[in-house]
């Protein structure tokens, strides 16, 4: 695997071009890091997997990444059979989008494209 930090993914125009350039050099990087992944876990799947007991309780967990709107959750409950009992997903625009009339008042209807567009919020991410 590579690093980022070799002086030949340095661009430091700031362009545009730069700009494409750097996300270019990222994209190959995550591909050379899944493929050594699922090199070694090729390499891991040749053991017996490990004995996992069945659980005998609810199970619950939350997974938090950042995305690029901000914050996206995830939060599963499983039963006791491990079925789906519960899922929630919700969207970074979802807290953001009581921020839009705030943002609208005392303005005039043409502004709202503006405004709206500025918060880039999700419509359909809010109603996850």
């Not at 270019?24 to 017996?48: F, K």
């Not at 599963?76 to 970074?92: F, N, S, Y």
């Not at 979802?94 to 009339?101: H, K, V, Y």
Request: charged residues 25%.
């Amino acid at each position: 695997m590579t690093v980022f930090s070799r002086p030949e993914h340095r661009h430091t125009d700031g362009d545009v071009l730069a700009r494409f350039r750097i996300r270019a050099d990222e994209i190959a990087e995550s591909a050379g890091m899944i493929t050594a992944l699922v090199d070694h876990l090729g390499a891991v799947r040749q053991a017996p997997p490990p004995e996992v007991p069945e659980p005998r309780t609810p199970t619950a967990g939350v997974g938090i990444v950042e995305g690029w709107r901000g914050t996206i959750v995830h939060r599963v409950e499983l039963a006791a059979d491990r079925t789906v009992t519960r899922l929630k997903v919700v969207d970074p625009s979802f807290f953001n989008w009581p921020a839009l009339p705030v943002a609208l008042a005392d303005t005039i209807v043409p502004d709202f494209p503006l405004v709206n567009k500025s918060f880039n919020l999700s419509y359909a991410g809010n109603d996850l």
